[in-house]
Each structure stands twice: as structure tokens, then as C-alpha cells.
């Protein structure tokens, strides 16, 4: 079946240093795929996606770039702020129910 | 834009209480919304799909009797936890895809959750 699969956190940085959260996937047909972040006590917003191989989705800094051929959705920011902190989650939708699958989330804590 | 309103944010009652939880798509129309339960530092676990008009489908191991929903028009679904004991504690959260284009390419948008609490 389906699944996605987060690099382990807690993964802890100091400001403005390069951030990379690594997404892998095992999907039949062609998924999209999403990267959402959770604020403490709050809902899961979304921050960049992309729907087919080698789109490239970007927010606020952050980059991912769907790979087919290593079936990787790597979430990355060059210089992180403190206010960056949070539980980021990668996750695949499958095509016509919309249902997703998330990974495990992986907490990043930005130092001053 | 794809605004998904949640409420209560917050609820604590006795056990034996039913608990409803709302949500609302506040400027677009939904076809699905889905229910997730979401325990402390884990990831979220998709408890049903809500689909207007129709009956929502449960996910393996989700007792549909226990957690009640209903999606009555295309912004509004609601999920009422029945019978509600202390082991139903939790965070809920709720998410919502346009009626616009395809399902499995549209983002899901959420609402900021509801904390439940039961003594």
C-alpha cells in the first residue's frame, strides 16, 4: 500500500542555518504530494505541494521537488528564523478519494 | 482563501456526555471533508471521509456508532462523539477539499483543531 516516510526529528538548529527534512514515498500511479506544518495546539496548514514528477512546490522560503526516480519529496529552507519552528508533515494524496497519508512529522526547534 | 472553520476550539465535559463538533468551509464549497484524530506528538490518523449527502465511510477500527457524522450541505460537516469516556480524549481535526477539480490533486485545508476533554 501507500505509505510515506519522515526523516526521525527532533532536528534542532540555530537561525539562518540550511534546513533539510527528508520525504520518501511508496505510491502506485502518479500521487501528488504535500508538505503541511502544525503550529503548537493549532490544525495543520498547508505549505507547498506538487502534482506531478519533477514540479518543484515553494513558500515562504521552502522548497520541495517531487522525484520520481528516488521517490523523494525533501522539504528545504536556506536560512531558518526561530519563528520556523513547528512539526512538519510530508504527505501523498491518492489520486480520486483525496485521502491522505502523512508521515510520522518531524519537529523542528530553531535556536536563536 | 480555503478558509476551514472549527468549533469548539476547546471542550471539557463529563463522561457519559455527547460532544458535537463543527466544521465549516467558510468561503468554498466541500464535495469531502475528512475527521482525523490526532494523540500527543503523533502523526494524524484519518478516523472517516464525509461526503454531502451521503453516509461517511469509516476507517478500519473506527467505531461508527461511537463517532456520529453528518455532512448536510457542502459547508458544513459535524461529528458528534457519543457517550463520550475519558479514553476519547483528544485532539480532533477536521479538513476539507474544494468541490472545484480533481480530489487526489487538490490540497486538503484544515481547521485549528478541537480539544477535547473528558472527565
Known amino acids: 500500500g501507500n505509505s510515506v516516510t519522515q526523516m526521525e526529528g527532533p532536528v534542532t538548529l540555530s537561525e539562518e542555518a540550511f534546513l533539510t527534512i527528508n520525504c520518501t514515498y511508496t505510491a502506485t500511479g502518479y500521487p501528488s504530494l504535500f508538505w503541511y506544518v502544525q503550529y503548537p495546539g493549532e490544525g495543520l496548514q498547508l505549505l507547498l505541494k506538487a502534482t506531478k514528477a519533477d514540479d518543484k512546490g515553494s513558500n515562504k522560503g521552502f522548497e520541495a521537488t517531487y522525484r520520481k526516480e528516488t521517490t523523494s519529496f525533501h522539504l528545504e529552507k536556506g536560512s531558518v528564523q526561530v519563528s520556523d519552528s513547528a512539526v512538519y508533515f510530508c504527505?501523498?494524496?491518492?489520486?480520486?478519494?483525496?485521502?491522505?497519508?502523512f508521515g510520522q512529522g518531524t519537529t523542528l526547534q530553531v535556536k536563536p | 482563501g480555503a478558509v476551514v472553520s472549527q468549533h469548539p476550539s476547546w471542550v471539557i465535559c463529563k463522561s457519559g456526555t455527547s460532544v458535537k463538533i463543527e466544521c465549516r468551509s467558510l468561503d468554498f464549497q466541500a464535495t469531502t471533508m475528512f475527521w482525523y484524530r490526532q494523540f500527543p506528538k503523533q502523526s494524524l490518523m484519518l478516523m472517516a471521509t464525509s461526503n454531502e449527502g451521503s453516509k461517511a465511510t469509516y476507517e478500519q477500527g473506527v467505531e461508527k456508532d461511537k463517532f456520529l457524522i453528518n455532512h448536510a450541505s457542502l459547508t458544513l460537516s459535524t461529528l458528534t462523539v457519543t457517550s463520550a469516556h475519558p479514553e476519547d480524549s483528544s485532539f480532533y481535526i477536521c479538513?476539507?477539499?474544494?468541490?472545484?477539480?480533481?480530489?487526489?490533486?487538490?490540497?486538503?485545508?484544515f481547521g485549528d483543531g478541537t480539544r477535547l476533554s473528558i472527565l
Open positions: 504527505a501523498l494524496s491518492s489520486a480520486g478519494t483525496g485521502k491522505l497519508i
Open positions: 479538513s476539507a477539499i474544494s468541490l472545484i477539480g480533481d480530489r487526489g490533486r487538490q490540497p486538503q485545508h
